[in-house]
């Protein structure tokens, strides 16, 4: 969704600043924070509206599980951005809304600490992708969500780290940037 901010509102195409991606961090990188907030919730909505959308057409737990995947990896992987895009993380927060919407009131907060503490975005989407699963995993052992919800969660997941694996070796490294609320890449 970054490039069609970009594109319809005169900004920068975050492809070509920071990391490249599309997602919500590079969006606030090459076009402030408003458009980054946009991009943001587009990106929830990208994987939202196709789970529900199978789930109201009456998709077994499985197909609403694999279309929760499917939207994760488009996210990452644009078909229309030569396989490129962001690292599908807003997406499958969307399609977890979707699933079991009581795992973000327990993930959010983990998510926004990890940022706050560390100033990485990068380690607070891997590890709430993490915890996110267990969560789920949790809600199916309480018989709250059926068994493919979790392969969503597990799959999703796998994904989104796979998506992060440059920014796991810079982590490794210690060379991973610092998000910057207040800095804009004009550069």
Do not use: Y
């Amino acid at each position: 969704m970054g490039v069609i901010v970009a594109r319809l509102t005169g900004a920068r195409d975050p492809r070509t600043v920071g990391s490249g991606r599309t997602g919500g961090t590079n969006a606030f990188r090459a076009m402030g924070a408003w458009r980054a907030a946009l991009v943001a919730t587009l990106d929830v909505l990208k994987g939202f509206v196709p789970v529900a959308a199978a789930s109201l057409a009456g998709a077994s737990p499985l197909g609403v599980a694999l279309t929760g995947v499917a939207a994760v990896v488009g996210a990452w992987a644009s078909v229309w951005l030569h396989f490129h895009g962001g690292r599908g993380v807003a997406t499958g927060i969307g399609a977890a809304l979707f699933i079991q919407p009581l795992a973000l009131p327990i993930t959010a907060p983990v998510f926004f600490l990890i940022i706050f503490l560390t100033r990485w975005v990068s380690l607070g989407s891997l590890l709430v992708t993490a915890i996110g699963s267990a969560v789920i995993g949790g809600f199916v052992l309480l018989g709250w969500n059926p068994w493919p919800h979790f392969l969503f969660a597990v799959l999703g997941t796998c994904v989104v780290w796979i998506a992060h694996h440059d920014n796991i070796g810079r982590l490794l490294r210690g060379k991973e940037r610092r998000f910057d609320p207040f800095a804009r890449d004009d550069s």
